[in-house]
């Protein structure tokens, strides 16, 4: 009896201090703190200029830091309360939470057509007959294609109304309302377009009486330029990117689609946002259950069920949501978890960083779990996922779909146990080891990376790589293949040109025949054309595509001149094979390499065909 009574106390006391260690865990601590400080100095000065990380819980402050200079060349250190950071993305979360609160009110519906909210006719690229619901614009699932084109303004430009921005510059639809999760500015914007239609106020005006007044945050700005803040930029940090020797000055980021990214405020401003998602929602919310509930609820709505109205879960982790914002200088993320009402923000000045990776893992490491919403692949089906994929995330309408292109990715056969992830544009490459339920793991990748879950959604295979990117099996014609095999033609074509023009140059200087010198003009023509063409091909990938500014009137004539140029040059191939009857073998080559780069030219949406 004494012996069954002690051993009773044994595993009671067990229970007890596995049930405080499970409660003690659930709050972070000084030791957390601590990594947290040393990760971060790791990186000042290297790859980061400047951070900034506040943990919160109940609305008290655990932990905050400002670390690094705001502005490298005047050594301005960055101040929590006063340095102004670009929020990126982090700028759509206040859209879904504007959509909640409208749905909440009952004056829109999560389920219906956007069509409903919208003017009449307003969307002109409908592919589907699906309807478009205002939680596919949340999730990113509305089919929608990448869209680059003028979303970057400068200070010049005037200011235009979204409604026009969105009407004016439309992207296509290209998947199916609901298939695959395709991130999207202009899907995002859309939804706020909704929350003008819906509130009868202008986007920033609604987001300013129901959201930034009600938390507190009347410094924080949301026009592209900071008009609505006097005095905003005195204190705005600047932005860096990494290059081969350092850090360079990235410039600041207008959006011209300025609710999917353009808020801007303090590190402060932020986490106190953060905080009043994990802990204080009844002041956004008539019922504070709303937010909680919807979050939390079983349904897995996208990807690998990381996507729940617009905000990102934490790999593995059902209580911790967040999002990402990154501009071409500024990286932030927050989490916060809704069940032991913790919150994390972190900010840099660089456009990106391991940094957000190493302290989310060390506070939370990631957690496999299993997503209902999926059909599972077993892992003797690895041949079948073997191939090569394109993010859903990608443009189909104009010379931009190279970006895509570059971010393939190729699954090979390790073992049978294990697969590679290659990315061979970006030289990146990893195995990861199969885990069950169509996922495979490695933990040695970023955060976002470390998870790759293979789906079936109506016999459709889906590769689900980074949260809320979608990635499909590549087509044909977009395998790494085919990829390269045009790089090597338009190379090939590309030196063959140069190399006839040097010796058509060479052969009129060298020729009194006029019927000679006229022949040799007609190649040098061709020549030129071709060089003349891949030159602003290659300005317009290198200098607007890189740099996130697309804009439509350079695209336009780019892509007309283009046009014109290789019927001219076809004309002028045409005519010297007329006066040339006697056709050689060079120049049959020469006119198979045009016609191939021509080809190569329409694929990528450089002419008008």
Same mark, same amino acid.
């Given at each position: 009896?004494?012996?069954?009574?002690?051993?009773?106390?044994?595993?009671?006391?067990?229970?007890?201090?596995?049930?405080?260690?499970?409660?003690?865990?659930?709050?972070?601590?000084?030791?957390?703190?601590?990594?947290?400080?040393?990760?971060?100095?790791?990186?000042?000065?290297?790859?980061?200029?400047?951070?900034?990380?506040?943990?919160?819980?109940?609305?008290?402050?655990?932990?905050?830091?400002?670390?690094?200079?705001?502005?490298?060349?005047?050594?301005?250190?960055?101040?929590?309360?006063?340095?102004?950071?670009?929020?990126?993305?982090?700028?759509?979360?206040?859209?879904?939470?504007?959509?909640?609160?409208?749905?909440?009110?009952?004056?829109?519906?999560?389920?219906?057509?956007?069509?409903?909210?919208?003017?009449?006719?307003?969307?002109?690229?409908?592919?589907?007959?699906?309807?478009?619901?205002?939680?596919?614009?949340?999730?990113?699932?509305?089919?929608?294609?990448?869209?680059?084109?003028?979303?970057?303004?400068?200070?010049?430009?005037?200011?235009?109304?979204?409604?026009?921005?969105?009407?004016?510059?439309?992207?296509?639809?290209?998947?199916?309302?609901?298939?695959?999760?395709?991130?999207?500015?202009?899907?995002?914007?859309?939804?706020?377009?909704?929350?003008?239609?819906?509130?009868?106020?202008?986007?920033?005006?609604?987001?300013?009486?129901?959201?930034?007044?009600?938390?507190?945050?009347?410094?924080?700005?949301?026009?592209?330029?900071?008009?609505?803040?006097?005095?905003?930029?005195?204190?705005?940090?600047?932005?860096?990117?990494?290059?081969?020797?350092?850090?360079?000055?990235?410039?600041?980021?207008?959006?011209?689609?300025?609710?999917?990214?353009?808020?801007?405020?303090?590190?402060?401003?932020?986490?106190?946002?953060?905080?009043?998602?994990?802990?204080?929602?009844?002041?956004?919310?008539?019922?504070?259950?709303?937010?909680?509930?919807?979050?939390?609820?079983?349904?897995?709505?996208?990807?690998?069920?990381?996507?729940?109205?617009?905000?990102?879960?934490?790999?593995?982790?059902?209580?911790?949501?967040?999002?990402?914002?990154?501009?071409?200088?500024?990286?932030?993320?927050?989490?916060?978890?809704?069940?032991?009402?913790?919150?994390?923000?972190?900010?840099?000045?660089?456009?990106?960083?391991?940094?957000?990776?190493?302290?989310?893992?060390?506070?939370?490491?990631?957690?496999?779990?299993?997503?209902?919403?999926?059909?599972?692949?077993?892992?003797?089906?690895?041949?079948?996922?073997?191939?090569? *994929? $394109?993010?859903? %995330?990608? @443009?189909?309408?104009?010379?931009?779909?190279? &970006?895509?292109?570059?971010? !393939? =990715?190729?699954?090979?056969?390790?073992?049978?146990?294990?697969?590679?992830?290659?990315?061979?544009?970006?030289?990146?490459?990893?195995?990861?080891?199969?885990?069950?339920?169509?996922?495979?793991?490695?933990?040695?990748?970023?955060?976002?990376?470390?998870?790759?879950?293979?789906?079936?959604?109506?016999?459709?295979?889906?590769?689900?790589?980074?949260?809320?990117?979608?990635?499909?099996?590549?087509?044909?014609?977009?395998?790494?293949? *085919? $990829?390269?095999? %045009?790089? @090597?033609?338009?190379?090939?074509?590309?030196? &063959?040109?140069?190399?006839? !023009? =040097?010796?058509?140059?060479?052969?009129?200087?060298?020729?009194?025949?006029?019927?000679?010198?006229?022949?040799?003009?007609?190649?040098?023509?061709?020549?030129?054309?071709?060089?003349?063409?891949?030159?602003?091909?290659?300005?317009?990938?290198?200098?607007?595509?890189?740099?996130?500014?697309?804009?439509?009137?350079?695209?336009?004539?780019?892509?007309?001149?283009?046009?014109?140029?290789?019927?001219?040059?076809?004309?002028?191939?045409?005519?010297?094979?007329?006066?040339?009857?006697?056709?050689?073998?060079?120049?049959?080559?020469?006119?198979?390499?045009?016609?191939?780069?021509?080809?190569?030219?329409?694929?990528?949406?450089?002419?008008?065909?």
């Amino acid at each position: 009896m004494n012996l069954k009574k002690v051993t009773f106390g044994l595993i009671m006391t067990c229970m007890m201090f596995n049930l405080f260690c499970m409660i003690a865990r659930a709050s972070y601590d000084e030791t957390d703190f601590n990594k947290i400080d040393k990760i971060v100095k790791e990186h000042i000065g290297n790859d980061v200029p400047g951070a900034c990380v506040i943990v919160k819980k109940n609305g008290e402050t655990m932990f905050q830091k400002a670390y690094g200079y705001a502005n490298l060349e005047d050594k301005k250190s960055i101040e929590l309360d006063k340095t102004v950071f670009e929020w990126g993305s982090i700028s759509k979360t206040f859209i879904w939470i504007s959509l909640i609160q409208l749905e909440e009110k009952g004056i829109i519906k999560f389920d219906e057509d956007v069509s409903v909210y919208l003017p009449k006719d307003f969307l002109k690229n409908l592919k589907y007959e699906s309807k478009v619901t205002v939680l596919d614009l949340m999730n990113h699932t509305a089919g929608f294609e990448d869209y680059f084109n003028d979303i970057r303004m400068t200070d010049k430009e005037v200011f235009q109304p979204l409604s026009k921005t969105l009407m004016d510059k439309q992207p296509l639809q290209v998947y199916e309302p609901g298939e695959l999760s395709g991130y999207s500015n202009w899907g995002a914007a859309l939804g706020a377009l909704i929350v003008e239609r819906s509130s009868g106020m202008e986007y920033s005006e609604y987001v300013r009486k129901n959201i930034l007044i009600p938390l507190e945050l009347e410094e924080v700005s949301i026009h592209p330029f900071g008009k609505d803040i006097s005095g905003l930029y005195e204190n705005k940090a600047t932005g860096y990117s990494k290059k081969k020797n350092g850090l360079e000055d990235a410039g600041w980021m207008h959006l011209s689609v300025f609710p999917a990214g353009s808020f801007n405020g303090t590190a402060l401003d932020l986490a106190k946002y953060a905080d009043a998602l994990a802990n204080r929602s009844e002041l956004l919310f008539k019922d504070n259950k709303v937010f909680l509930d919807k979050l939390l609820s079983s349904v897995t709505l996208t990807g690998q069920g990381e996507v729940k109205y617009g905000f990102w879960r934490y790999p593995g982790k059902d209580s911790i949501y967040g999002h990402e914002g990154g501009t071409y200088g500024f990286k932030t993320q927050i989490w916060f978890n809704l069940k032991t009402k913790e919150s994390i923000t972190i900010i840099i000045n660089a456009m990106d960083s391991p940094i957000f990776s190493e302290i989310m893992t060390s506070l939370e490491p990631i957690e496999l779990y299993e997503d209902k919403g999926s059909i599972p692949l077993d892992k003797y089906e690895i041949k079948s996922i073997v191939g090569d *994929y $394109i993010p859903a %995330r990608s @443009v189909y309408s104009n010379p931009t779909k190279i &970006y895509g292109d570059l971010q !393939l =990715i190729s699954i090979r056969q390790v073992d049978e146990e294990r697969i590679s992830l290659k990315m061979p544009f970006f030289k990146k490459k990893a195995i990861y080891e199969y885990k069950g339920d169509g996922i495979y793991y490695n933990a040695d990748m970023p955060l976002q990376e470390r998870i790759i879950r293979f789906k079936k959604k109506d016999d459709k295979l889906i590769m689900n790589y980074r949260i809320a990117h979608d990635y499909v099996p590549a087509p044909n014609n977009r395998t790494f293949f *085919y $990829i390269i095999l %045009r790089i @090597v033609l338009l190379s090939i074509s590309i030196l &063959y040109f140069i190399i006839s !023009l =040097i010796f058509a140059v060479r052969k009129y200087r060298g020729n009194r025949n006029p019927k000679q010198k006229r022949k040799c003009l007609l190649r040098m023509s061709i020549s030129i054309i071709f060089i003349i063409m891949v030159l602003q091909s290659g300005y317009f990938f290198f200098g607007c595509l890189s740099t996130y500014n697309v804009q439509s009137i350079h695209l336009t004539i780019t892509r007309y001149s283009n046009t014109v140029l290789s019927l001219l040059g076809l004309l002028f191939a045409i005519l010297y094979m007329y006066k040339n009857p006697q056709i050689k073998k060079n120049d049959v080559l020469a006119m198979v390499l045009y016609v191939i780069s021509i080809y190569i030219f329409i694929e990528y949406k450089f002419l008008i065909i």
